[in-house]
């Protein structure tokens, strides 16, 4: 089970309400997929923040938590796209104990520190 609320320093973000071990599946998430023609008008709203990139040239907005889980350079969970059912899947990178945020590293691989279009906060 998940939670939403306020983070101390983040804005919002997604906590866990019970414990996850490694690998645990935390959410699948439906995703709404922008077309390709669209997705340039997403950089004029609020959504540009929310969005991920999905198959080819599209993007994708997560339903449930998926898409406001915080980023992190050290996440404690990653994130695969379902491109054949339209899904995200997000999934326990490491051990996640209760009350703990839950963060993914938008970049797309645990590991990769390529700056991202805002100032992180650890």
Same mark, same amino acid.
């Given at each position: 089970?998940l +939670?939403?609320?306020d983070t101390?320093?983040?804005?919002?973000?997604?906590?866990? *309400? *019970? %414990?996850?071990?490694?690998? %645990?599946?935390?959410?699948?998430? &439906?995703?709404?997929v922008? &077309?390709?023609? *669209?997705l340039?008008?997403i950089t004029?709203? +609020?959504?540009l923040?929310?969005y991920? #990139?999905? /198959?080819g040239? $599209? @993007?994708?907005? @997560?339903l #449930?938590f998926?898409?406001?889980?915080n /980023?992190?350079? /050290?996440p404690?969970?990653?994130?695969?796209?379902?491109?054949?059912k339209?899904?995200?899947?997000i999934?326990a /990178?490491q051990?996640?104990r209760? #009350? *703990?945020e839950i963060?993914?590293n938008y970049? #797309?691989?645990v %590991?990769?520190i $390529? &700056? +991202?279009?805002f %100032? +992180?906060?650890e």
């Amino acid at each position: 089970m998940l +939670v939403f609320r306020d983070t101390e320093t983040k804005g919002r973000g997604i906590f866990a *309400q *019970q %414990d996850f071990a490694k690998g %645990d599946l935390i959410e699948t998430s &439906p995703v709404i997929v922008i &077309p390709k023609q *669209q997705l340039k008008l997403i950089t004029k709203t +609020v959504l540009l923040n929310y969005y991920f #990139g999905w /198959h080819g040239e $599209s @993007g994708a907005i @997560g339903l #449930g938590f998926a898409s406001l889980f915080n /980023h992190s350079y /050290h996440p404690n969970a990653i994130y695969t796209k379902n491109f054949a059912k339209n899904v995200i899947d997000i999934i326990a /990178h490491q051990y996640i104990r209760e #009350g *703990q945020e839950i963060t993914i590293n938008y970049n #797309g691989q645990v %590991d990769d520190i $390529s &700056p +991202v279009w805002f %100032d +992180v906060e650890e």
